[in-house]
């Protein structure tokens, strides 16, 4: 008869890699139940996204305020677009943004809902609050770019208007189009959400044994260079719009760092804690 301690291990071990058929059907029952979980976030993504098509004006006059603001007081400007399909286009855009952005908490169940059955309590405890965390940090550095970064650098871009002095010069007005307007918006929300998730990612790789503080710390030169290498690659070839990431993500590297020192104490203290109850 087998005791309670040997039935623990042997949960804990897993099933028994001698057991083909118990196998291949907990392969087809993981791929059942995947199919089905990708099936319940498209069809919620699809129907995100036919509300947020209906509200796309709206949606694209929320990105345009901070524009709006700059411009605060000239009734005369304007957004233009030059092709028949250009706004439709970009409406659909701009309700695949909004739809990504507002169905992700659904994904995040779906994903949830998926691994949870296989996860150990431990571990679904280490996994769960990186996941809660993923779209907060998104929307923080979303609303930093958009309530900070977005004002300042709309005001130096449209400095460089030129108003005729005088017989012989002409006006040099900016008139956006909608197209080019929206990308650009969004390639700064994504750029600074994305790098907002740097504390994220760090962590899973602290938690897994990839990364060390004592790493992290030494390698915080290269880091640095590689924070202002992606904010050149990322946001406008202007110094403001650069430096307005580079900071932030030299910041959450920092952060990073604090956040990995606590995961290896935590691991350092569990390792302790296991090592006096063998003894």
Known sequence: MTSETETDELNESGPDENDGDDKKMSIIDHLTELRKRMMYAAIAFVVVFLVCFYFSNTFFNFLVAPLADVWQGDENRRLIFTAMHEKFFTNIKVAFFAAAFLAFPIFAVQIWMFVAPGLYKNEKGAFLPFLIATPFLFFAGGAFVYYFVMPVAWEFF?????????????????????????????????????????????????????????????????????????????????????????????????????CSVLIWRSKDRAAAEAAADDS
């Open 158 to 258: 449209t400095g460089f208007e030129q108003l005729s002095a005088g017989p012989g010069e002409l006006s040099i007005e900016l008139e956006p189009k909608v197209n080019e307007y929206l990308s650009l918006v969004m390639r700064l929300i994504f750029a600074f959400g994305l790098s907002f998730e740097l504390p994220v990612v760090i962590s899973l790789l602290a938690r897994v044994g990839m990364v060390t503080p004592a790493g992290l710390r030494k390698k915080r030169r290269y880091a640095i260079v590689s924070a202002f290498i992606a904010a050149a690659i990322l946001t406008p070839p202007d110094p403001l719009s650069q430096l307005a990431l580079a900071i932030p993500i030299i910041f959450l590297y920092e952060v990073s760092i604090y």
